[in-house]
Each structure stands twice: as C-alpha cells, then as structure tokens.
C-alpha cells in the first residue's frame, strides 16, 4: 500500500501539523474535497484513513511519512491508545506485538481492575499474568489496589513502556 506512494507525492498533497496531529489536504483533490479540508473519516476499528490514487492510507502512517520523511518500516502505534489522536508526540515506531501489548480495550473484572480476580470467599484479591501461552502467578493480597499495582509492576517489567496498565489507564 505504501509503496505506491511516494513521501514526496504525500507532501505536495497534504500538510501535517505535528503537533495537533491535523492532516489537511494542500491541493483541491476532488469537487467536494476542496483545498484545506481537514482528514476527518474514521473506519470502523477507529483509524482515521485517506485515500490517494484509490490507495486506502492510514492517516497515522501517513503523518509518520510526511514528518520522517520516509514510510515507517513497522507498525506505527498511538502510546495513549487512542486511534485518532495523529499527534507526533503520541506516534512510535513498533512491532506487531509491542502494539498488541498496548491495547486499552481489555476486559476489566468484578474488581474493577485489568488483572485482578477475587478469591473464593471475597476476603482476597488474585492476580496474574500471562505470557507467552504461560500464565505467572503473581501472589494474593489484601486490597485489589494492591493486586493492581502488582500486576502492573510486572506487566510493565516485561512489556516496558508498550504495558497498558491500570495506571495509566487511570484506574488506580
């Protein structure tokens, strides 16, 4: 996809502001899409996309390119997960993994944490974590608080800044 396009191609047609993440189209590209109008369709998974020469784009690949000068060779992942927000601040080269290790969009339990279980009886709280197919007990505690901040100190250790944590989430 990116291939048939070249950078110098994207700049003379859009202009990205890196830092409001705004993409604009520079020249007039069709009747209805004048000079100056904003990138603003978001597909059904949430990525704002453009199209060029009926090449399907990523707007956030697309900024990438305009302000590197060059196609990302990875994937290009939001580090606040939100799939719109085309802040250069907010984009950063990854694998494949480290943007799955990303997501916010995973399930939140009874406790109210991402990680953290109720033991039998309600007194306790669990946590664990799995990796690669291999789940890690992470111990028992008192407070599901507790159990949450264990679970991100070891999410965080394995995953690094790409662990989408309760903090961060802002659910501690």
């Known amino acids: 996809?990116?291939?048939?396009?070249?950078?110098?191609?994207?700049?003379?047609?859009?202009?990205?502001?890196?830092?409001?993440?705004?993409?604009?189209?520079?020249?007039?590209?069709?009747?209805?899409?004048p000079a100056g109008r904003e990138i603003v369709h978001v597909d059904r998974e949430g990525y704002m996309r453009l199209y060029?020469?009926?090449?399907?784009?990523?707007?956030?690949?697309?900024?990438?390119?305009?302000?590197?000068?060059?196609?990302?060779?990875?994937?290009?992942?939001?580090?606040?997960?939100?799939?719109?927000?085309?802040?250069?601040?907010?984009?950063?080269?990854?694998?494949?993994?480290?943007?799955?290790?990303?997501?916010?969009?995973?399930?939140?339990?009874?406790?109210?944490?991402?990680g953290v279980n109720c033991c039998k009886g309600g007194q306790r709280w669990s946590t664990q974590i799995r990796l690669a197919k291999v789940t890690h007990y992470l111990g028992r505690f008192d407070d599901p608080i507790s159990a949450a901040i264990a679970y991100d100190r070891a999410l965080t250790y394995f995953h690094g800044e790409f662990a989408s944590t309760n903090f961060r989430l802002g659910l501690i």
């Open 52 to 114: 060029i020469r009926n090449n399907k784009l990523f707007a956030h690949r697309v900024a990438w390119a305009i302000h590197h000068n060059s196609w990302p060779e990875g994937v290009i992942d939001h580090k606040n997960g939100v799939r719109t927000d085309n802040r250069l601040c907010n984009l950063r080269n990854a694998t494949l993994q480290d943007n799955r290790h990303n997501r916010i969009d995973r399930p939140i339990g009874a406790s109210g944490y991402i």
């Open 1 to 33: 996809m990116s291939d048939r396009i070249s950078v110098s191609e994207l700049k003379e047609k859009l202009r990205y502001d890196p830092e409001t993440g705004v993409l604009v189209w520079a020249v007039k590209v069709a009747n209805h899409i």
